[in-house]
């Protein structure tokens, strides 16, 4: 039984309130913050409606730690499931640390003036963290989360040594509109337009943004698409903590359409995220075109098809050569029945859900700044089951990829 506080209440954050609250024998205590307070109180009303269970809300402004210390005194949670925008998350984790409670995010830090995915801003609280007896879970979404979770997995089942990743993330659901995205527009449209980045022979080789693709077909009849190579957060973490990886790459889905539509805005200058001035005022491109696109929080009762996200692995085991995927996948409408979200806001807030849950059953606790790598992936693959998010593993043969 333990009191939790969630801050960020767009997609992702509606989908780690419901899932919370359908756990009351773990979540005793939920409140729900967020910049927009009226946005919380939707939520709540809709998990009154849905469940007949009461959640609190609060306003908050996460960038401002005194006002942060201040809620998180007022509330006393065991936990602060962070779930607003990675630029909140040294905030929110300076906050955890002067009010002595523990930290979980699904996304790592970034500065707002340069799209750089690193760890070292967040790595860097390693010791103040343990010295305080505290944990920070890092990444605790699906890519990254559960991607680090399935690794792991694969590793400690089916291999003795693992040489090659790759992270497979298809979203074969269609929304409808000609170009919308399906998590916060600033952060993903400064994912796909980085430089890509992936790991080979102790290194990470940079390479320009979408030039490499390949057609995928997905198992369980999900469907074929053009998979484009990306840099995500994960494989830093991953190949520092299995250092066996000699060659590690992340693949993510992309429509023509979007790809069109993203082209034409970086052509126009709509994508840039440095400040550019605008009659007499400044304002940054990227965060005006988030103001036009639909809210991603609204996508979820139009959108329709499957997500099939997973990571095939390439290694030995008993001195042979071997290859498994282990896989999940996740069925828009049936996300929207359960709550009234989309499978991407879904696919990660499950899995929030769950790192929050392995820390308050002491499943997972360790003082210290963690990735889900690091962690025992059995009790959190069993909750993938339970919860919403199961999975299936293939070893060879009988799966073609790359
Ligand atoms: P949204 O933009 O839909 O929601 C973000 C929420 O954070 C909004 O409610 C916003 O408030 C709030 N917020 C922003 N700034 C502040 C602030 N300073 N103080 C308090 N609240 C603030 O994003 P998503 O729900 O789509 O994504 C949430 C997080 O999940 C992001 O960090 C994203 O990168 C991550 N993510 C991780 C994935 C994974 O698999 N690991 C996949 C998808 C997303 P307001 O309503 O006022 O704007």
Redesign the pocket.
Known sequence: MAKVLI????????VVAHKCAQLPAVFSDITL????ES?CKLIAQQILEKQGRHISTAG????NVPELVALIRRIQPALVIN??????DLHIMDACLETGVHYL???NYEPLDTARFEYKWQWAYQERFRKAGLMALL???????ATNVFTAYLKKHYFDEIHELDIIDVNGGNHGYPFATN??PE?NIREVTAECRHWEHGQFITTAPMSLKQSFTCTDGVGTYNLYRLYHEELESLVRHFPTLKKAQFWMSFGDSYLKHLEVLGNVGMTRIDPVEFQGQQIVPIQFLKALLP???SLGPRTRGKTWIGCHIRGVKDGKERRAVVYNICDHQACYREVLSQA??Y??GV?AMIGAKMMLEGKWQAPGVWNMEQMDPDPFMADMNKHGLPWSVIVEPGFTLV
């Not at 913050?33 to 927009?36: D, E, M, N, Q, V």
């Not at 908050?60 to 960038?63: E, H, I, L, R, S």
């Open positions: 801050i960020g209440a767009g997609g992702v954050g509606q913050a967020s910049r927009t946005k908050v402004d996460a960038d779930v607003a925008l990675p630029y909140q995010d699904t996304a990444g605790s979404g699906f890519d990254p989360g998590f916060n952060i809210d991603p929080a991407i806001s696919t990660t899995p």
